[in-house]
């Protein structure tokens, strides 16, 4: 079965940068478009990017462009995501999520991985 | 960029009340719209596709309309399980926006 399993709670200083991974199994990881979202505590959702593990080509939102980099190791079946120069506008759950356009984009997702909590800290 | 604006942000309802919550892009988005619903502590939940496909295993009290530019989701008649917080996401084409949400409390 489809699995998306995140890396554990980071706790980072302000301009530090963090690195997530979502290690994903039981389907071609190439195959699928993935997505990154953020949710600040209370607030809303907040999409950060997508990844094309096929190929590597990404698209971010314009609010962390420059800050973010999503990367593929399609060896391991996993995907990362790093973001730098952290403030504590950055605290927030981080989730993967894979497309489930299988094979192209659709922009609907289909499975979460359980969330990764970043806090940003002096 | 399209945004989305959702209304109400929050609303308080009796059980077996007619829910609904408005989505409105700032663009045309065509049908390329979602609804999710998102309980306390929980990933969020596919609940509408395309502006009106249901999602496989979602009952059937919830239904969504709209194309263009203004979408609508309604809970036709609430239950106790439907508090939660409802979000739209327009997806034609990235950023992938979310509306800002709609919290709905049992009255």
């Known amino acids: 079965q489809v699995q998306l399993v995140q890396s554990g709670a980071e706790v980072k200083k302000p301009g530090a940068s963090v690195k997530l991974s979502c290690k994903t199994s039981g389907y071609n990881l190439t195959n699928y478009y993935m997505h990154w979202v953020r949710q600040a505590p209370g607030q809303g959702l907040e999409w950060m990017g997508i990844?094309?593990?096929?190929?590597?080509?990404?698209a971010y939102a314009q609010k962390i462009q420059g800050r973010v980099t999503m990367t593929t190791d399609t060896s391991t079946g996993t995907i990362y995501m790093e973001l730098s120069s952290l403030t504590s506008e950055d605290t927030a759950m981080y989730y993967c999520?894979?497309?489930?356009?299988?094979?192209?984009?659709?922009?609907?997702?289909?499975?979460w991985g359980q969330g990764t909590l970043v806090t940003v800290s002096s | 960029d399209a945004q989305m604006t959702q209304s109400p942000s929050s609303l308080s309802a009796s059980v077996g009340d007619r829910v609904t919550i408005t989505c409105r892009a700032s663009?045309?988005?065509?049908?390329?719209l979602a609804w999710y619903q998102q309980k306390p502590g929980k990933v969020p939940k596919l609940l509408i596709y395309a502006a009106s496909n249901l999602q496989s295993g979602v009952p059937s009290r919830f239904s969504g309309s709209g194309f263009g530019t203004d979408f609508t989701l309604t809970i036709s008649s609430l239950q106790p399980e439907d508090v939660a917080t409802y979000y739209c996401q327009k997806y034609n084409n990235a950023p992938l926006t979310f509306g800002g949400g709609t919290k709905v409390e049992m009255k």
């Open positions: 999520l894979r497309d489930r356009g299988g094979g192209g984009y659709s922009g609907i997702p289909d499975y």
């Open positions: 990844i094309n593990p096929s190929g590597g080509r990404t």
């Open positions: 663009q045309d988005i065509s049908n390329h």
